[in-house]
């Protein structure tokens, strides 16, 4: 049989996916990826709301990913750099705390903020050295602790974990306490440390576009959804059977594999509201983190969005990740009033409110790589997704290329 005629299927359009048909066509195979929406990318979506792009839970591109910049063609992703720290809300003013030997015209503005101690601001400067010199491996390697109790034990002050530590990375774990695995704290600062911060100028689905645009061999059914994954056959909703030589689950398996009901991810959620104001309180280049406790806001983010903007108009994203019983209406009245009383802005049109219940999987331990064989779950089904790893786009990409390969491996034997 040519290699060709193999029937490999994917479960998933998510980054995972993407990349993992990405592998099988570069070794000649021609899969299929089955995905229930009616769209590709998964976790990244970019909508349009009145006219407006945005993005379904802000998130950002760390360019340091080696996986990122393995598979895509940064370049054509037209991105736009975040400054290398952030803009945070304090004693009623924006002091910024940035990377200046990233950025020098942040030095002076860094040095003279009242975030943390100079002790805190040269540990800070300390600790992106010394992860610049770690590889990715040794950290996946290290002690896994959880993140709050690795920065007190490296001496941090408690105010600067406080009014940046916690807010920053709160808003990309998707949790306040920072209880997630020190290992990712590292990972992700060093990515913070050797490479840019961005967004894509036409949404964060550009990515996943981007990785679909190499595609030659690739089939893409849409609007289908997997109901259960046997050996060598898949079952869709509609009771449709379709024979499978192998079949990549690129999403959680519990669901669609019989034994595997007790193995339930469990997952991180935020809400991710759009605003439209005319009133710009802090450089569009920066990230905002409002580190209050008693703040509902995680972060904002003044996006200039040029196709729809109204002459002098900013969108902007609020992030939520502290947990809440609100309701839309009231979560919206309670963002309001915090855009008013901590950020000054009067002016504000609501424009949506996305809620995302499965935003990142809560792992433990965290790992970095897995072997192409360990990802054969049984007789010709591999899994794939960040769920396998931890919860990054890297290592999405990542498991995605390892699932394609235990099938080209297992292939190889088998000949
Ligand atoms: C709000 C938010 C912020 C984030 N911030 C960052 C960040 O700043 N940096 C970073 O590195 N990462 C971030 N992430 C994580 C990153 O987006 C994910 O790690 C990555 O997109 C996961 O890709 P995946 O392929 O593993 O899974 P997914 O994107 O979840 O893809 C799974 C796909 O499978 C499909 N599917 C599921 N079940 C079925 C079925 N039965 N039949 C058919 N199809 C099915 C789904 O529809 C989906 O398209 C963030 C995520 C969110 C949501």
């Not at 705390?97 to 800070?124: A, M, V, W, Y």
């Not at 995680?298 to 994203?317: C, D, M, P, T």
């Amino acid at each position: 049989m040519e290699k060709s005629d193999k029937k490999i299927h994917i479960i998933g359009a998510g980054l995972s996916g993407l990349v993992a048909a990405i592998v099988l066509e570069r070794f000649g195979y021609h899969p299929i990826i089955i995905e229930r929406d009616n769209h590709i990318g998964g976790r990244l979506q970019t909508k349009k709301v009145k006219g407006y792009q945005v993005d379904v839970g802000f998130q950002v591109l760390l360019e340091a990913y080696p996986k990122l910049q393995e598979y895509a063609k940064l370049d054509q992703l037209q991105l736009k750099s975040f400054e290398p720290g952030a803009s945070i809300y304090l004693n009623s003013k924006w002091e910024v705390l940035g990377d200046f030997t990233r950025s020098p015209k942040l030095i002076f503005r860094t040095l003279s903020s009242s975030i943390g101690s100079i002790r805190d601001k040269l540990k800070i400067f300390k600790l992106s050295q010394s992860l610049k010199k770690k590889s990715i491996e040794e950290i996946f390697n290290s002690p896994d602790l959880k993140t709050i109790d690795y920065l007190k034990d490296y001496g941090f002050s408690e105010a600067i974990i406080d009014s940046f530590f916690i807010p920053f990375f709160g808003g990309i774990f998707l949790e306040d306490e920072l209880k997630t695995s020190s290992r990712m704290f590292e990972f992700i600062y060093k990515m913070f440390s050797e490479g840019k911060v961005s967004i894509p100028k036409n949404g964060i689905a550009t990515l996943p576009k981007h990785l679909a645009g190499q595609f030659k061999n690739t089939e893409i059914w849409l609007n289908t959804t997997v109901k259960e994954v046997k050996s060598d056959k898949i079952l869709l909703e509609n009771d449709k059977a379709i024979h499978s030589d192998y079949t990549i689950i690129a999403t959680e398996a519990n669901n669609l594999v019989s034994n595997l009901k007790n193995q339930k991810t469990s997952w991180h959620c935020c809400d991710n509201l759009y605003f439209i104001t005319p009133e710009i309180k802090i450089d569009s280049n920066f990230i905002g983190l409002l580190p209050q406790k008693d703040a509902l806001i995680n972060n904002i983010v003044f996006i200039e969005e040029k196709k729809a903007k109204k002459e002098g108009q900013y969108l902007l994203s609020v992030t939520v990740v502290k947990k809440h019983d609100f309701n839309q209406e009231e979560l919206i009245k309670k963002i309001r009033k915090e855009l008013k009383s901590y950020v000054g802005i009067q002016e504000l049109e609501f424009l949506t409110h996305f809620y995302i219940p499965k935003a990142l999987p809560i792992l433990q331990p965290v790992e970095n790589d897995i072997m192409p064989s360990e990802t054969l779950l049984k007789d010709g089904i591999f899994l794939a997704g960040d769920q396998m790893l931890n919860a990054s786009v890297n290592a999405a990409m990542l498991s995605g290329e390892r699932a394609a390969m235990g099938i080209i491996e297992l292939e190889k034997l088998n000949h």
